[in-house]
Each structure stands twice: as C-alpha cells, then as structure tokens.
C-alpha cells in the first residue's frame, strides 16, 4: 500500500505561481514511478505530468509545457510540481498517484492516488 497527501494547492492570479507537493508514504519511493494529473469541473481527469523512479525521465501534457515542471525528492519521499505562468484553464483538482516502474502517463496505470488538491487561477 501506498499513501499520498497532496498540499500547496490554492487560489492565485493569472500569470501567478504554485508549487504542489505529493508526500508519499509506504513503499520504497525510489521504485516507485509519480505522476500528476487534474480534473476540472464537468471534465474528464487529464494527465499533467509524471517522473520514473530516479527522476531521470519526464513527461509532460503538451498544454504544460515549458510552464510546469515535475521534480521528486527521493531522501523526503516527495514529489513537487511546480507550476508556472499559470492560466484560469489551469483551474482543478490535482491529483497525485504512483504507481511501480516504469513511469507511465495514462491514469488508469497507476495503482494509488491522493486525496487532491484544488488549483484556482483567476483572471
């Protein structure tokens, strides 16, 4: 089993930052492929980002970018997404999940998910 816990979600401007933070808790976290994805109201859940086991590989949603960047810390079994020049259509919930190598992009790979946090960028 794993657990994660999601935090630094919140409400901040158009063009504004904010950095989500995913402990994990459970397994060894250095085997253990992440993964970033969000739903919006009313939306199907996307895939945002995700980062294999030593962080050497990443994959990002074409619409993310060059605005956000996915990174672990093994030796705090955490993984960070920093977000970026962020838009009102980046407005979601985001979820964390994890799931044993490889690393893969399609939600219904991964095995366990947090709870969510929400996003909201205003206009």
């Known amino acids: 089993q794993v657990q994660l816990v999601e935090s630094g979600g919140g409400l901040v401007q158009a063009g504004g930052s904010l950095r989500l933070s995913c402990a994990a808790s459970?397994?060894?976290?250095?085997?253990?492929?992440m993964g970033w994805f969000r739903q919006a109201p009313g939306k199907e859940r996307e895939f945002v980002a995700a980062?294999?086991?030593?962080?050497?590989?990443?994959y990002y949603a074409d619409f993310v970018k060059g605005r956000f960047t996915i990174s672990r810390d093994n030796a705090k079994n955490t993984v960070y997404l920093q977000m970026n020049s962020l838009k009102p259509e980046d407005t979601a919930v985001y979820y964390c999940?994890?799931?044993?190598?490889?690393?893969?992009?399609?939600?219904?790979?991964?095995?366990?998910w947090g709870q969510g946090t929400q996003v909201t960028v205003s206009s």
């Open positions: 999940a994890a799931r044993s190598l490889p690393v893969a992009v399609r939600g219904y790979d991964y095995d366990y």
């Open positions: 459970g397994r060894t976290f250095s085997s253990t492929a």
């Open positions: 980062i294999s086991g030593t962080g050497g590989l990443t």
